[in-house]
Nanobody
């Protein structure tokens, strides 16, 4: 099991960009998925995006569609979350997590058994 550790968080102005990364295995079995979640101040942890190894499928929360992109790099064995057009409401702790959820449970925190420690993202002027 890959030890997860997020990198790339920080402070950025509204409209700016950040790229988060998390290590991934070189090979994975059917259904293996890496997801990004976030916990905004005063709110529960919520799904952001996911990359599913089967067919390299991607999934996004409505709040980030068109602004965030999740992708896998085989060159350095990472899964990244490219975040563009950031808004103050994107502020929070971002976590990567891995598991083998059924398709309909891709967005559920309970589907993932391996979690990173989280990285802080602050979007402010």
């Amino acid at each position: 099991q890959v030890r997860l550790a997020e990198s790339g968080g920080g402070l950025v102005q509204p409209g700016g960009s950040l790229r988060l990364s998390c290590p991934s295995p070189q090979n994975a079995y059917s259904g293996y998925t890496m997801a990004w979640f976030r916990q905004r101040p005063g709110k529960e942890r919520e799904f952001v995006a996911a990359f599913r190894w089967n067919g390299s499928r991607t999934y996004y929360a409505d709040a980030v569609k068109g602004r965030f992109t999740v992708s896998k790099s085989n060159a350095d064995n990472t899964v990244s979350l490219q975040m563009n057009s950031l808004k103050p409401e994107d502020t929070g702790i971002y976590y990567c997590a891995t598991g083998r959820p059924i398709l309909s449970a891709t967005t559920m925190t309970s589907s993932y058994t391996n979690w990173g420690q989280g990285t802080q993202v602050n979007v402010a002027s």
